[in-house]
């Protein structure tokens, strides 16, 4: 079992930066590949990035590549994603996940097995 908790939202000007983190619990996060994933209103929930359990592979929706940066620190169960040159399309709110996936797909949100109840980030304009 493990617990994800999503912090470092907010609301930030277009053309800014945030960096949200994304604190796991447990013994057993290294085995874990991890994803982040937003919904806006109205919309579905759709990929941002996800990163493989040793941090060696990252992969990113076309829409943030460039510009969000995910990576992972094993000793501090934590995932994070820095997102900079913000825009009022990036305003959703931020999940992150965690995948026991043998074969990882990060883009496939039932990959995952673990949930955060995510961040709101609001970019105004």
């Known amino acids: 079992q493990v617990q994800l908790v999503e912090s470092g939202g907010g609301l930030v000007q277009a053309g800014g930066s945030l960096r949200l983190s994304c604190a796991a619990s447990?013994?057993?996060?290294?085995?874990?590949?991890m994803g982040w994933f937003r919904q806006a209103p109205g919309k579905e929930r759709e990929f941002v990035a996800g990163i493989n359990w040793s941090g060696g592979r990252s992969y990113y929706a076309d829409s943030v590549k460039g510009r969000f940066t995910i990576s992972r620190d094993n000793t501090r169960n934590t995932v994070y994603l820095q997102m900079n040159s913000l825009s009022p399309e990036d305003t959703a709110v931020y999940y992150c996940a965690a995948s026991q996936a043998y074969t990882f797909v990060p883009y496939n949100p039932h990959d995952y097995d673990y949930w955060g109840h995510g961040t709101q980030v609001t970019v105004s304009s």
């Open positions: 447990g013994r057993t996060f290294s085995s874990y590949h």
